[in-house]
C-alpha cells in the first residue's frame, strides 16, 4: 500500500466472491472441468445434454401416472362408459 492509503497495482487483490463462483462439472466425454450453463465443451467439442430436464419435467413418476389416471377417468364419465345408476 501506498503511503496515501491506496492499493498500489502490484499487489494482489481478493477479487473472488465465493457468492459469484460458477458451478463446473466433468466433461462426459473428455473429463475437463466445465462450466455447467456451456452447451458444448470448448476442449473436445462435445455436445453437452441439458441435464435439467428430464422426460417428466422433474415431477415424480407417480405424480405423472395419477394425472394420466384422473385424465382417463374424466373421459370415461364424460363418454358414459362408467355410469353408475
Known amino acids: 500500500m501506498h503511503e496515501d492509503g491506496y492499493p ?4 494482489e487483490d481478493d477479487w473472488r466472491d465465493p457468492e459469484h463462483e460458477v458451478d463446473t462439472y466433468p466433461c462426459p466425454e473428455c473429463g475437463a472441468e466445465i462450466y455447467d ?5 470448448p ?8 441435464r435439467s430436464n428430464d422426460s417428466l419435467g422433474g415431477r ?3 405424480f405423472v401416472v395419477l394425472g394420466v389416471l384422473g385424465i382417463l377417468a374424466t ?3 364424460l ?7
Do not use: K, M, N, T
Not at 498500489?8 to 499487489?11: G, N, T, V
Not at 450453463?37 to 465443451?41: A, G, N
Open 75 to 77: 373421459i370415461l364419465v
Open 37 to 41: 450453463d456451456l452447451e458444448l465443451c
Open 43 to 50: 476442449h473436445c467439442g462435445y455436445f453437452i445434454e441439458d
Open 8 to 11: 498500489s497495482w502490484d499487489e
Open 60 to 62: 415424480p413418476g407417480w
Open 79 to 85: 363418454s358414459g362408459l362408467l355410469s353408475i345408476i
